[in-house]
């Protein structure tokens, strides 16, 4: 939308001086993008619009984002509500979040301790809004939340316990010395997140990844995103460095390859 937005201003501000110009290959490559982007998520046959939209960006290098190409797409809930706009990530878009996953390699350097403290910050926070997230859940699926919201915060908080428990090991060798053996994050993960259990599905991929030192970049649900552009917001006040984790929504069969490139 802010795509249509931008050239809207641009045909304005042509027609206000007196010359409205475009090639006709430009403006076919215009209404395909916008049909495309309409048919991405189609509109219930009975819609119901309550309110302001709101479109939530990407999060990327620890800031919203505002997605490459301004395109978004409307996330309706069962019932039809129109529940509000997600942006639709690109190619460059991956490759900035890539980007700013390798700029927290860092992360990979603080200790055990330190990983699992922030862990376990996160799941404190996550409890404290368990009511939003459960509601925002419902809404989205149309099946209670609750279970699945418990069930994150149970998830990370074993992975926070777990953070410390692989920092290395000092092994005996056939001499009079020892070798110490220590654990190396991989980097950077790229995953695409289940669509079933929008919440639950993006936290069991990030929570292990980031345990072990890893910075990752999550595609999360193409159903449900809004339950991960949420959590985000828990992200930001979680003392979670920035880069560490970073989300990119758009549909997985667009988003799959740059990320495996």
Not at 144 to 171: H, M
Request: charged share 20%.
């Amino acid at each position: 939308q802010w795509g249509y937005i931008d050239q809207l201003l641009e045909l304005l501000r042509a027609g206000q001086a007196g010359a409205i110009s475009a090639s006709p290959a430009a403006m076919a490559d215009y209404e395909e993008r916008r049909l495309a982007a309409a048919k991405t998520t189609p509109t219930p046959a009975e819609a119901t619009v309550e309110g302001i939209d709101r479109t939530a960006k990407l999060y990327v290098g620890g800031k919203q984002a505002r997605p490459d190409g301004g395109y978004s797409q409307a996330i309706w809930s069962p019932k039809g509500k129109l529940l509000g706009h997600v942006g639709i990530g690109n190619r460059k878009d991956i490759r900035n979040a890539v980007e700013a996953a390798h700029a927290a390699r860092g992360w990979g350097k603080a200790t055990g301790h330190n990983k699992a403290q922030i862990l376990y910050y996160i799941g404190e926070n996550l409890s404290a809004r368990a009511a939003e997230f459960a509601a925002r859940i419902k809404d989205l699926t149309g099946k209670p939340g609750e279970a699945e919201v418990d069930a994150a915060i149970n998830r990370l908080f074993t992975y926070a316990a777990w953070a410390d428990k692989y920092d290395g090991q000092v092994k005996q060798v056939p001499m009079r010395a020892v070798a110490i053996a220590m654990n190396e994050p991989v980097g950077v993960i790229g995953a695409l997140c289940p669509n079933e259990a929008p919440l639950l599905g993006l936290i069991s991929v990030m929570a292990p990844a980031i345990a072990m030192g890893n910075t990752c970049v999550l595609i999360p649900s193409e159903t449900a995103p809004l339950s991960a552009t949420d959590f985000y917001q828990v992200l930001d006040t979680s003392d979670l460095p920035a880069g560490v984790v970073n989300i990119v929504t758009g549909t997985h069969a667009e988003l799959a390859k740059p990320l495996a490139g």
